[in-house]
């Protein structure tokens, strides 16, 4: 069966031989045709040993690419995880802050204690003052009227003493020694007359009534010789102690309105307590001064210090210091600053509490710090920054 069904083609070649043969171009056709059927299965064997070849070298390249991807992936998670800790490590690592701090000094306000005008100032804002030294000088027309009023009863007062320590003149007492005299003669005559009548009363010449009426009148005249005597004997000893302490009481009295109406008049002069400068000046010349109101203001420069607050969790480096270095930008200079006091009660700071994250309300504490050496040109309102690092 399989001779059967190659038959036809061999009939076919054959045929297509018998042609040739008789057809010289169709021969050469033919020929060429052959020739070219040959060169085809070449062409495609070529590119399928060519094909083959190329792809075991494809897949090298995508495995030696997907190896590569793999090893940069690798690298890029190890660094990305790096760097997450070390955000983490950083994190919880102390951190270092600025604290800006001011300089502060003592501040002493020069008021008057009574009601008056400005009439001239001797100083202006910035200028250096001494103790002592005259700022102000004020009127005061009330001051003035009680200090004259106070030396008037001074002079009332010692001439009281001068009369008491004196006692009466000599002409009084004796105008009281004749009056006495004259009392006592009276005294005399109303004993002798009563005598004489008592014997006629005796004898019956005069009545009982008559006799005592001479009675009376002889007492009356003693009594009265009695107080004549002892007003003469009060004038010739002058005062009593007693009168004599009054006396003296009321001029101290007078003495101390005197010193009142003084201090009050030198109230009118202000003159500066300390050494300092002036920081400001209230007021005009002619203005009204209320009393206890500032009239000048002083800054006592000899004692700059620095006022710092720090909350808690920066406490324990600046307090285990001691002392801390700071940085003053209006002088462009460091220096040295020591812990000279510290506030006994801590208030909040200005930031949140951190209780809703289970820790602590931080509070602040103000904290005085002076310089380790005097820092020339330093001024009250200074800047100074500190770096501190929190626990």
Request: aromatic fraction near 6%.
């Amino acid at each position: 069966m399989t001779q059967d069904q190659n038959r036809p083609d061999q009939d076919v070649e054959n045929a297509s031989s018998k042609e040739a043969a008789c057809n010289p171009s169709a021969q050469q056709s033919e020929l060429n045709t052959l020739e070219q059927s040959h060169e085809q299965p070449n062409l495609t064997d070529s590119a399928f040993f060519s094909y083959s070849e190329q792809a075991p070298a494809t897949e090298n390249t995508d495995s030696k690419s997907s190896a590569a991807i793999k090893v940069i992936g690798i690298i890029i998670l190890i660094l990305l995880l790096g760097l997450i800790g070390f955000g983490l490590w950083k994190s919880y690592q102390p951190k270092e802050v600025e604290l800006q701090g001011r300089v502060e000094a003592e501040t002493v306000h020069v008021s008057s204690k009574v009601p008056s005008r400005i009439e001239e100032i001797y100083i202006h804002d910035g200028q250096k003052v001494l103790k002592g030294q005259p700022l102000v000088r004020l009127f005061s027309p009330e001051v003035e009227a009680k200090k004259q009023q106070a030396l008037a009863s001074l002079q009332s007062a010692l001439a009281l003493q001068a009369t008491a320590e004196r006692g009466s003149q000599q002409e009084n007492i004796d105008s009281l020694y004749a009056n006495w005299q004259a009392m006592k003669a009276q005294q005399d005559l109303a004993q002798t007359t009563y005598q004489r009548g008592a014997n006629l009363f005796k004898e019956g010449v005069i009545s009982r009534q008559r006799r005592d009426e001479m009675h009376a009148a002889a007492q009356s005249a003693a009594q009265m010789t009695e107080a004549a005597y002892q007003q003469y004997a009060r004038a010739k000893r002058g005062s009593t102690p007693e009168q004599k302490s009054s006396a003296d009481a009321q001029v101290e009295i007078a003495k101390a309105a005197v010193a009142e109406a003084n201090a009050l008049e030198a109230e009118t002069k202000l003159v500066s307590p300390i050494n300092g400068t002036v920081s400001k000046t209230y007021g005009k010349v002619s203005e009204l001064v209320a009393m206890g109101v500032p009239v000048v203001s002083i800054i006592q420069e000899d004692e700059l210090w620095v006022s710092l607050n720090i909350r808690e969790d920066q406490y324990a480096q600046v307090y285990q210091a001691k002392s801390v270095e700071g940085f003053i930008p209006a002088l462009n200079k460091k220096a040295l600053f020591k812990i000279k006091k510290i506030d006994a009660e801590g208030e909040f700071a200005t930031i949140k509490t951190t209780r809703q994250t289970g820790g602590y309300d931080i509070r602040s504490f103000k904290i005085q710090l002076t310089p380790a050496q005097p820092i020339a040109d330093l001024k009250v309102g200074m800047s100074v920054l500190f770096k501190v690092q929190e626990s």
